[in-house]
């Protein structure tokens, strides 16, 4: 079966309802594309920004779930309540949240199952530092990570990874695609279901870059944090899609 690409948009802790616009403003660059797009807005925005793309065929997501589908956990927020804001996706372990929240892979384990068991597809983030890569310990450590958060029953089940090493999210520097080739190829080995499962790369993807990464054979889409914010930019990704489809001359 054919891997379809996704391109997908992480904002973070930005936006606003005045960028809701955003949605109107990507729909041709969506409309034009085999891709599936997805956008994960901040959770007070999901609903609306569910609204505002239905129809159009762009999906939206969380940045995070509890563990747990409901209970006494103040501030947290639910996959089923994502679900029923009208996400299809949550993202889970994503670096930042490993790091500023102390999530470790069991919890992002749990948080996957938590999303499978509300009908949302997890995007599980794993990246190893810059000293892990540093020590020529990245593909140990993002296998680790693979197998500690990983769903414990993931065999035929919706799941997206998504690598992002850490010392390229946000800060203009991306892995050579000679690195992303090898580290997809790695993750694909450690996956119940190497042939169907949808690999992201994630870490200053932009405009200029894309088309070279989504060149690669195992790299299924991306992950977008600070691009997805400009919809000239982020429609650029998901036009650079259609080059790695084109037959090659
Ligand atoms: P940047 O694209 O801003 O580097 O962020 C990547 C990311 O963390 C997406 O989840």
Not at 65 to 78: E, L, V, Y
């Amino acid at each position: 079966m054919a891997r379809r690409t996704l391109i997908a948009g992480n904002w973070k802790m930005n936006g606003s309802v005045s960028s809701l616009d955003f949605f109107d403003a990507i729909a041709p660059a969506a409309r034009n594309s085999q891709a599936e797009i997805l956008i994960c807005p901040p959770s007070t925005l999901l609903y609306q920004a569910a609204q505002a793309c239905a129809g159009s065929g762009i999906r939206v997501g969380g940045q995070d779930c509890h563990a747990r589908q409901s209970g006494a956990h103040t501030g947290d927020i639910s996959a089923p309540m994502l679900r029923e804001a009208g996400a299809s996706h949550v993202i889970v372990g994503h670096s930042e949240r490993r790091a500023d929240h102390g999530e470790t892979d069991a919890l992002v384990r749990a948080k996957s199952e938590a999303a499978l068991e509300a009908g949302l597809v997890p995007v599980i983030c794993v990246g190893e530092t810059r000293e892990e890569r540093e020590a020529g310990r990245a593909v140990e450590v993002v296998a680790s990570q693979l197998a500690g958060s990983l769903p414990e029953k993931s065999r035929d089940m919706p799941l997206v990874i998504a690598y992002e090493p850490v010392w390229a999210i946000g800060t203009g520097l991306t892995a050579s695609v000679d690195d992303v080739a090898n580290m997809h190829s790695a993750i694909r080995q450690c996956l119940p279901d190497p042939l169907t499962t949808c690999i992201l790369y994630g870490g200053s993807v932009k405009p200029g870059n894309a088309a070279d990464l989504l060149g690669l054979d195992d790299v299924d889409g991306a992950l977008v944090g600070g691009a997805s914010l400009k919809s000239i930019d982020f429609s650029a990704i998901i036009a650079a899609v259609s080059r790695k489809s084109e037959p090659l001359r």
